[in-house]
């Protein structure tokens, strides 16, 4: 079984959301080629789905700036402008992503004490989505991922697709993410190879399909 996992392709991580990420929108067009031409037989999309309150928000820490190191649960926490509020446009799926598509969603970062960039597991690596389970019991064997954004969530993702499914081929197609900076994404890239992950092109991997 293969699986083609979208990572947050939200109204707010491109342009003109709250955590827009630049050129966040031109993942659309691949991803949705993906899904067509990819041969997948299962397509997860994960989405950033935050309570008003979460405690990632520089607003729930008076005084603090977005984009600065505070704390969250005792942990260091890069606070982040509020962004992907549940059942707010900034939290739906870019308009021209290909919704009929998907199989199956993942939303995460619902627990506002802490924060939740992998689709598999919280930050503190104690919650578990679901999603890991929800693939070993269709027998994913394959993971290839795609999204937003390279230094976060797809990384994060990754990694833990490494780790708790550790017999499946895990990949990101580097041309169909977008990071949230340059120097984020040359160290997200090389920890990911690090850990057994392959990076490659959408366009790689359309040539062999
Ligand atoms: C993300 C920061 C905060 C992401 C989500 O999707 O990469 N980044 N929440
Ligand atoms: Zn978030």
């Known amino acids: 079984m293969k699986c083609l996992l979208l990572i947050d392709i939200q109204v707010g991580f491109c342009p003109g959301g709250h955590l827009a990420v630049a050129e966040g929108d031109e993942v659309v067009p691949i991803a949705n080629r993906l899904m067509r031409e990819g041969g997948y037989d299962l397509v ?4 950033d789905w935050h309570p008003a309150d979460h405690g990632s928000f ?3 820490h008076p005084g603090s700036k977005p984009f600065t190191i505070g704390e969250l649960g005792g942990k260091p ?8 509020v549940q059942g707010t446009r900034d939290a739906e799926f870019h308009p021209d992503l290909d919704l009929a598509r998907i199989d199956h969603v993942q939303r995460k970062g619902m627990n506002r ?6 689709a598999f597991r919280d930050n503190d690596r104690e919650a578990v989505t679901g999603l890991a389970a929800f693939m070993a019991e269709r027998g994913v064997g394959a993971i290839d991922l795609c999204g937003l954004a390279t230094d976060y969530c797809v990384r994060f993702s ?7 499914l550790p017999d499946a081929r895990v990949r990101v197609f580097s041309d169909a993410c977008r990071g949230i900076t340059p120097d984020g994404v040359t160290e997200a890239e090389a920890e990911m190879r690090a850990r057994g992950v392959t990076i490659l092109t959408s366009r790689d991997h359309l040539a062999v399909v």
């Open 44 to 47: 997860v999309a994960s989405q």
């Open 158 to 164: 990754a990694l833990d697709a490494r780790e708790m």
């Open 58 to 60: 520089a607003s729930q």
């Open 113 to 118: 004490l802490v924060d939740s960039y992998s």
């Open 77 to 84: 926490q890069m606070l982040w402008p509020d962004h992907c």
